[in-house]
């Protein structure tokens, strides 16, 4: 065939030959847009678990779907999606045209960081560029996210098992999991560590599924890049929040969609050790009334560095005079008869990571929806669990990372925590809430109708705070015998002594607000000044504060604060001829003229009902 006839030929058949190409990729191409509509319609299961049936199971009442009702919870599930091919290089374009802020995903053995190693460099030496992120890190997440973004999000930890725990035997029969993390503007490689530690060191058949719920996420990366990232893991269930709900009602929509029958709750921050979870389930799996939490190990902010605690000195117990969380260092008494592996029986736990039993969780009222945002919550939880017939605990052998940010770096409008466990005593504590109150009533405001929360009470029949204070320790004892309490004003001026906490352990002088906190002081029966644990104290020729010493103190007729050992006056503050204040808080020999050594002092309001701490 001559060559001008082949070309005649080609260029006959090629309109024929495009039409059936394009016809093919009509048929075949499944359009970004098609998948997308399909990836966030789809929903996650809602079938009931597996439950281990050696356990017996108490009557429980509870909905489990509290939680915007009209509006069930829609899951980015990924069973109906294929794997997202993407060289996961970050900056890097990939099919779906998403950019991936920087991260490292090797798996290095040498890489830094590796085995929870301290990672230290010298920023001064960082090129402008560098530096300017350097800082940017800090400044939006408190913590090194410059470094965390040059170390593996599959960096290793060592095993967390001390040899003791070695040594125990788990049960076969361990319940699965729903592991629950919610984050607001997380850092996308601190985000991804957390949830790849889960993944990656639970035993495969017990992690049903991790539950990411983003609280409205203004940062970009936490949109669509992070749906792109975890679509090829089916475990991986992501919910976005259409408002901003807070820590609190970010955890009860992942409870809504959670299908197993032990929950873990866990802050967006932390790296699971190996051998983190077979402790913590076999402990409720023996009794599924146990709320448990792990050793948390503190990953260092700026080098994270971290390693197993496995000698474990302190349990969660709380402040009266805030209903916050606060470490107590474990007793010998609670040593004698208890292994560094043995679970301790803690008056409260902390907040980021604990577990629960989903029915026991359910049954407790999950958390309370009116609480706002963060705070309070796990002072709630702990309270209602011991006096509702179960109990929390630490599990040694289970460690779990946690970064501890420089300062917070999220802001909440007016005093939500305050208000929060506010709703939290008038339920659960009785009498005892007097002992909050009279520090808080001018701050607390209106923390909403609690109606409901005392009917649950009323209907699990739970114990009252009373039978907690007896027998729940240890507890920090409350102020019980205090005959002034509130502000020592001096009537030379309108400036109150302020403990300045806590950045000082010398109070000084300040003016006057009526808020209590800082200012507010307990002047006791046996002539001790305090504020919580810590005494006015007069060490090295200095007023100080001070959780050991003996200082008393009496308190004459005409309102002069006297030092029983020095036979001094306290004098809060001086004027100088200049008309500058010293406001430093002195003992100076008593002069009944110095209108600076005069207080104004208040009496406990005997009103109130303070129990005794027995």
Not at 6 to 26: A, D, G, H, K
Not at 82 to 103: C, D, I, Q, S
Not at 482 to 491: C, F, K, N, R
Not at 576 to 584: I, K, N, V
Request: include cysteine; proline fraction near 5%.
């Amino acid at each position: 065939m001559k060559k001008s006839t082949v070309i005649v030929v080609c260029l006959l058949f090629m309109p024929i030959i495009f039409v059936l190409y394009v016809s093919v990729e009509l048929v075949l191409d499944t359009s970004d847009t098609d998948l997308d509509k399909e990836f966030k319609d789809s929903e996650a299961s809602q079938s009931s678990s597996t439950r281990f049936s050696t356990r017996p199971q108490p009557s429980r009442q509870g909905d489990r779907n509290m939680v915007d009702k009209d509006n069930p919870v829609h899951v980015q599930g990924h069973d109906a999606v294929g794997k997202f091919e993407n060289t996961r290089a970050g900056g890097v374009h990939g099919k779906h045209n998403v950019v991936y802020p920087p991260f490292v995903d090797d798996v290095d053995p040498s890489g830094p960081g590796e085995g929870g190693k301290a990672v230290k460099f010298n920023a001064s030496q960082l090129t402008v560029e560098e530096k300017a992120r350097y800082d940017e890190g800090w400044e939006r997440n408190s913590f090194n996210q410059y470094l965390s973004d040059k170390i593996s999000i599959h960096r290793s930890l060592p095993h967390g098992w001390s040899d003791e725990c070695r040594a125990m035997k788990f049960r076969s029969d361990l319940p699965e999991a729903s592991v629950i993390i919610i984050f607001h503007n997380e850092a996308w490689s601190v985000l991804l560590r957390s949830v790849h530690s889960v993944l990656s060191r639970t035993p495969q058949h017990l992690l049903r599924e991790v539950i990411l719920v983003d609280d409205h996420s203004t940062f970009e990366h936490l949109k669509e890049p992070l749906d792109k990232y975890w679509e090829g893991e089916p475990r991986v269930k992501i919910i976005h929040a259409a408002k901003r709900e807070g820590l609190i009602r970010a955890r009860l929509l992942g409870y809504q969609v959670a299908t197993a029958p032990l929950l873990v709750f866990f802050d967006s921050h932390i790296e699971c050790f190996p051998g983190w979870y077979e402790p913590i389930a076999d402990r409720i799996a023996s009794n599924p009334n146990i709320t448990v939490y792990p050793s948390i190990e503190v990953i260092d902010a700026e080098t994270f560095a971290v390693v197993a605690n496995h000698q474990v000195g302190m349990v969660g117990t709380f402040r009266w005079r805030d209903l916050t969380f606060q470490w107590y260092a474990v007793t010998p008494e609670m040593r004698q008869t208890t292994s560094f592996a043995q679970p301790l029986r803690s008056p409260t736990m902390p907040g980021g990571l604990f577990a629960i039993d989903r029915d026991f969780f359910t049954y407790l009222g999950t958390y309370d929806a009116g609480l706002d945002y963060w705070g309070g919550e796990n002072i709630e939880i702990s309270f209602k669990a011991w006096m509702c017939y179960g109990s929390v605990e630490l599990v040694p052998c289970s460690h779990v990372g946690h970064i501890f940010r420089r300062s917070n770096p999220i802001k909440w409008e007016g005093n939500v925590g305050l208000k929060n466990v506010a709703r939290v005593a008038d339920v659960w504590m009785d009498d005892y809430i007097n002992y909050f109150l009279e520090r808080n009533i001018f701050k607390v405001g209106n923390y909403g109708d609690v109606t409901e929360r005392r009917r649950l009470r009323e209907r699990l029949k739970c114990r009252d705070f009373a039978w907690y204070v007896r027998n729940v320790r240890p507890i920090v004892i409350p102020p019980v015998h205090v005959q002034h309490a509130g502000e020592l004003q001096v009537m030379g001026a309108k400036q109150c002594m302020d403990s300045y906490a806590p950045h000082s352990d010398r109070p000084k002088m300040y003016d006057c607000h009526g808020s209590g906190g800082n200012q507010f002081w307990y002047i006791t029966r046996e002539g001790w000044i305090h504020q919580d644990e810590k005494l006015v104290c007069f060490e090295n020729d200095e007023i100080v504060l001070d959780s050991d010493c003996d200082d008393r103190w009496n308190i004459t007729k005409h309102w002069q604060i006297v030092h029983v050992n020095t036979g001094l006056c306290l004098q809060g503050g001086k004027d100088s001829e200049r008309g500058q204040t010293d406001l430093t808080i002195t003992l100076q020999r008593c002069e009944l003229a110095n209108g600076r050594q005069t207080w104004t002092i208040r009496t406990r309001n005997t009103t109130l009902s303070f129990p005794l701490f027995e």
